[in-house]
């Protein structure tokens, strides 16, 4: 009988690791550096510390997805989703709200202690059940009728974050999806036409504008030919939407009312509801080339700075560490999504790229979404910059979302490039 051979070495995304090491410690040090304060802050003290020590569960974590396989992944998909639908639902009852999101019910909350937010476990559970789902379509994708599967999957876990309500988990939840519809082979034809009754909705505020729209995509309509019913619904979504957008505008309670116009002109309410928007457009722009130095930002010692150790950590970044810090900042994160989609490029079939892809895509939704924020790019929605915004619960899943990239690097196509070879 042979003897059997010594075990094969775990093969190790170094890159990958390397990269998302970086961006943790980066965001440690900023979060470290938002507690240095000239005005006595108690939300601020021990902070970095407290996010440290999520950091090393996190890496427990880690080791022990990454000893585990791709099957085993693919199995967990549907006990997780059921989990994370399960605590979303939670929220309602023992849910509260903090920060820039006080008045939404985000984090499970049990004797006034703040456990986490169910939504970050939901966003990588949708992405591993919407994985699995599309992996399993034999044929692809053709009509708006046979994604019914793939949006109920998002769609269920998205309506309830939206009850919440949390504008911009929403929107990550709705990146996940269109990223990995198209990674999965359906057309962008069909993806524009799905997308479209959002889009009437958002381009509504000017007739002008809604009706070139409207134009744009009674022809695309009649090239992809869809299904004469599904063109019909589609058009008459759009007509519908473009009509109502002013009935749903005042559906809306008036601070997100008041956030979109403070995106327009956030002078318009200097005082409340655009001050934090200036105050971190202030900060970026004192930073300059080299910034004040660290832990020496102006704006942040006197707390003019709102949520910097969260949503608006990123405005700590350009005002300590100037424009320097940001390109560096930006630089990894790029590298962190390139080497992602690297992953998802190399996978050895259809779950694993797909669960790459759309693991990249969250990021890179929320780094859109959070940068452009802080520069008023964007509206304030309170959504966190991953590794850098301080918050238990979202590192350990963002690890977690790491853990599974490098379990598929391991796994994939030419698994030498993972050793940096």
């Excluded at 040090?29 to 108690?42: I, R």
């Excluded at 950590?313 to 080497?339: D, K, P, T, W, Y």
Aim: glycine share 10%.
């Amino acid at each position: 009988m042979a003897r059997p051979g010594p075990l094969r070495r775990q093969r190790v995304d170094i890159p990958l690791l390397l990269t998302a090491l970086l961006l943790t410690l980066f965001g440690i040090a900023m979060v470290f550096s938002a507690g240095q304060t000239d005005v006595p802050d108690k939300g601020l003290v021990g902070l970095w510390q407290r996010q440290l020590a999520f950091f090393f569960v996190a890496l427990g974590a880690t080791w022990v997805i990454t000893r585990g396989t791709v099957r085993l992944i693919e199995w967990s998909a549907w006990p997780l989703y059921l989990l994370s639908i399960v605590l979303l639902l939670a929220t309602f009852v023992f849910g509260s709200g903090a920060g820039t999101a006080s008045s939404m019910k985000g984090w499970l909350t049990i004797a006034g202690r703040r456990i986490g937010q169910p939504s970050e476990l939901a966003k990588l559970a949708t992405t591993l059940m919407l994985a699995r789902m599309l992996a399993m379509q034999r044929e692809r994708i053709r009509s708006l009728v046979e994604l019914w599967r793939p949006l109920m999957v998002v769609g269920i876990p998205w309506l309830l974050v939206m009850a919440q309500p949390d504008l911009g988990t929403g929107i990550v939840f709705i990146g996940i999806c269109f990223a990995m519809l198209f990674w999965a082979g359906v057309p962008w034809q069909l993806l524009v036409m799905l997308a479209s009754p959002g889009v009437s909705l958002v381009l509504a505020f000017s007739t002008g504008v809604w009706g070139a729209w409207f134009l744009i995509l009674v022809a695309l309509v009649l090239w992809y030919r869809p299904y004469l019913v599904e063109g019909v619904v589609l058009v008459v979504a759009n007509v519908v939407m473009g009509v109502v957008a002013p009935l749903l505008w005042d559906k809306l309670k008036p601070y997100q009312q008041q956030r979109f116009l403070v995106f327009l002109d956030p002078n318009i309410d200097a005082k409340g509801s655009g001050y934090n928007v200036i105050q971190s457009q202030v900060a970026i722009g004192s930073g300059g080339l080299f910034g004040k130095g660290f832990t020496l930002g102006s704006q942040k010692r006197l707390n003019f700075l709102p949520e910097q150790q969260t949503d608006f950590i990123f405005a700590v970044v350009g005002e300590e560490l100037g424009f320097l810090g940001v390109s560096v900042a930006l630089a990894l994160f790029l590298a962190l999504l390139l080497r992602s989609t690297r992953v998802a490029t190399r996978a050895a079939d259809a779950f694993p790229s797909l669960v790459a892809f759309g693991l990249m895509s969250a990021w890179f939704v929320h780094v859109m979404v959070n940068v452009g924020m802080t520069l008023n790019l964007m509206p304030v929605t309170g959504i966190p910059l991953p590794f850098f915004s301080y918050g238990g619960s979202f590192l350990l899943v963002s690890w977690l979302a790491v853990a599974v990239l490098l379990r598929i690097s391991a796994e994939g196509r030419g698994q030498a490039d993972g050793l940096g070879l």
